[in-house]
């Protein structure tokens, strides 16, 4: 079974400093997905960026960038220029292609300080 | 606007009853997924469903039942086996290039 970890259960950052996120998973499937949703205090769920295995370059979205070692499995979250609006428990997912399950991670609380 | 419906947001149960949260979906997705989430913790699956009129059970099922005789809709019914059901519940469905959309969630409370 797959597994993701998050090892950071609580993080904080002083609004418009760089922050970045951890993440690790344990497969032995070789194409994959990979991504971060955030949730903020209303609960919604929403996708903050996606990254394919098989691809090599790092997926970005504005602010957000990710740092994906796929030797070391690992997958971290980048905030650039923090906002408070970033304030939000940040969940890493996988998904195997074939069957479709999406896993996630324990979360991260990040607050994001005036 | 295409989304993701669920309804209702706040549900109270009595013990031995069984309560159906309801999903609907208009983004014409094939797959879609019942998640549950406990206070500080991340999202268990509970069911999934790839196509109508199939589905499989996640890592939690037991004490739940879902259908799907429409693309569109997803029910999930907390039974009274489901020992304790007082939870965030989560439906979403599945773009074809894999990431998931949810809905807002229903907040199930057991008196």
């Known amino acids: 079974a797959q597994t993701v970890t998050q090892s950071q259960p609580e993080m904080s950052v002083q609004e418009a400093e760089t922050v970045t996120l951890s993440c690790t998973y344990d497969t032995s499937e070789s194409n994959y997905y990979l991504f971060w949703y955030k949730q903020p205090p209303s609960r919604q769920m929403i996708l903050v960026i996606r990254q394919e295995a098989y691809k090599q370059q790092n997926a970005t979205e504005n602010r957000f960038s990710v740092n994906f070692q796929k030797a070391a499995k690992s997958f971290s979250l980048k905030i650039s220029d923090s906002q408070l609006g970033d304030t939000a428990m940040y969940f890493c997912?996988?998904?195997?292609?074939?069957?479709?399950?999406?896993?996630f991670g324990e979360g991260t609380q990040l607050t994001v300080n005036p | 606007d295409g989304g993701i419906t669920q309804s209702p947001k706040y549900l109270f149960r009595k013990e031995g009853q069984n309560v159906t949260l309801s999903c609907e979906q208009n983004l014409n997705h094939d797959a879609m997924y019942w998640y549950r989430q406990d206070p500080g913790q991340g999202l268990r699956l509970i069911y999934y469903?790839?196509?109508?009129?199939?589905?499989q059970k996640g890592d939690i099922a037991e004490g739940y039942s879902v259908s799907r005789e429409k693309k569109e809709s997803f029910p999930l019914t907390v039974t009274s086996a489901q020992k304790n059901p007082t939870a965030f519940y989560l439906c979403?469905?599945?773009?074809?290039?894999?990431?998931?959309?949810f809905g807002e969630g229903s907040r199930l409370t057991v008196l």
């Open positions: 979403a469905s599945r773009k074809s290039t894999g990431e998931l959309f």
């Open positions: 997912a996988f998904m195997k292609l074939v069957v479709s399950r999406l896993t």
């Open positions: 469903s790839q196509i109508v009129n199939d589905f």
